[in-house]
């Protein structure tokens, strides 16, 4: 059988969206979340697999800005809503739309794809690599202390209408944005997400709640957050749900996750999403009673290698030839000279002939590029071949970030 591949008409968008919910589970969304996903969704972006009047598959692209090391934030498609019925597995289908949108991808000019991934097997093949880590937390929180640096008590905290509080949150989110790699510059209609609330996915908890921290007037951070109420004989163990915390300084942080950590009638705090190197785990009295829980979340792919490793800068001066494997791009297949410093940086082709320095795919490249992962590590676990020595440890160096790589939502 040979499904007919074409881009997404809207009219079709109902049809498509429902076969990727049946391909996660066939549980229907609520109004609101499917009404935000089909406003964000980009038709000439997406594609479905027809067999008849039947979809059979679905992918899709967000055009995001994502900060990438050194500050740039750069164009990145935001690979989703990747889906095949359960009747047409194994017939090369998703292979076929992989193809094609990653020739979309370079077409438009996009050096950089990146997605999350249900079942982080599968995209292995066509070149992402795990570029970020996130923690999981669950804070015990009559056991756990926090010691807060000076000047949290000059934070002031209220409470805030997270509706009428988005053009403030979204004000902080934007300055924070350039600071991390990884992180997504919310284009129009993505501050909607953060505010998605539908009721049946709140398992019992209360309606998204807000607090804003302010110092001299000035919205310095906020945290999103909900409360699930529970009790047993001896008194009350509440759960306090946080969704979001972001501050422009370790004082507002600290302000913001004491008052999380001090709601009253409740006994632990939970986030499925924390960067690994956030600072409230220098904060906490006894890490091991936070239940750090470590696991892999964006996954990028260089579609082009030269103007992708051009778009960052590097932590220290690099001067190396990579020879890149890339089957599922043949275009990035071959050698690389890449000069760069904390400045800017050149990366040129250079004949197959040219000595190289080390050799790796464009999958270890998608890993390394954020600066999260390590070609060093990369090279213990036999994905990297030093064929110069020192040039690991160069370029090892260089690549890296002071700051972990993270993403702040899911897409």
């Not at 990747?82 to 949108?101: D, E, K």
Request: proline share 6%; with cysteine; aromatic share 8%.
């Amino acid at each position: 059988m040979t499904a007919d591949l074409r881009e997404l008409s809207q009219s079709d968008w109902d049809r498509w969206y429902g076969t990727l919910e049946r391909a996660f589970g066939g549980l229907h969304e609520a109004p609101e979340e499917r009404e935000l996903w089909d406003a964000l969704t980009e038709v000439d972006r997406s594609l479905g697999l027809w067999d008849g009047e039947e979809c059979v598959g679905t992918a899709g692209a967000f055009s995001f800005r994502m900060t990438v090391p050194g500050g740039a934030l750069v164009d990145t498609a935001g690979v989703t809503m990747v889906s095949v019925a359960a009747t047409h597995r194994r017939r090369g289908l998703l292979t076929s739309m992989m193809r094609r949108q990653l020739d979309d991808l370079r077409e438009r000019g996009e050096a950089l794809a990146a997605l999350t991934v249900s079942e982080p097997a599968i995209y292995g093949r066509f070149g992402y690599g795990v570029a970020t880590w996130l923690f999981n937390v669950s804070i015990d929180t009559p056991r756990v202390r926090l010691t807060v640096p000076e000047g949290t008590d000059e934070v002031r905290l209220r409470y805030a209408v997270p509706a009428e509080a988005a053009e403030a949150c979204e004000a902080v989110y934007a300055r924070v944005v350039p600071g991390r790699p990884g992180m997504l510059a919310r284009q129009p209609g993505w501050e909607r997400l953060p505010l998605l609330d539908p009721e049946r996915d709140r398992d019992g908890a209360s309606p998204l709640q807000c607090v804003l921290a302010e110092r001299a007037g000035e919205v310095v951070g906020y945290a999103y957050f909900a409360v699930k109420s529970d009790w047993e004989v001896q008194g009350p163990k509440g759960v306090v749900r946080v969704r979001a915390v972001e501050a422009l300084d370790p004082a507002a942080h600290a302000a913001l996750w004491r008052f999380l950590c001090d709601i009253d009638l409740t006994s632990r705090v939970e986030s499925l999403n924390l960067p690994v190197d956030d600072p409230l785990f220098h904060l906490v009295s006894d890490v091991r009673r936070c239940g750090l829980v470590m696991r892999d979340s964006l996954h990028v792919r260089l579609v082009e290698v030269g103007a992708a490793l051009e778009a960052r800068t590097y932590r220290a001066p690099v001067d190396v030839v990579l020879d890149v494997a890339d089957a599922f791009c043949p275009w990035n297949e071959g050698r690389w000279r890449l000069t760069g410093d904390p400045k800017g940086a050149s990366c040129k082709r250079v004949d197959d002939d040219a000595p190289a320095d080390l050799a790796l795919s464009v999958r270890e490249l998608g890993s390394a590029y954020l600066g999260g992962v390590s070609l060093a590590e990369l090279a213990r676990a036999g994905r990297v071949r030093e064929l110069r020595p020192g040039a690991l440890a160069e370029a090892s160096l260089a690549f890296g970030s002071e700051v972990a790589p993270w993403l702040p939502h899911g897409f």
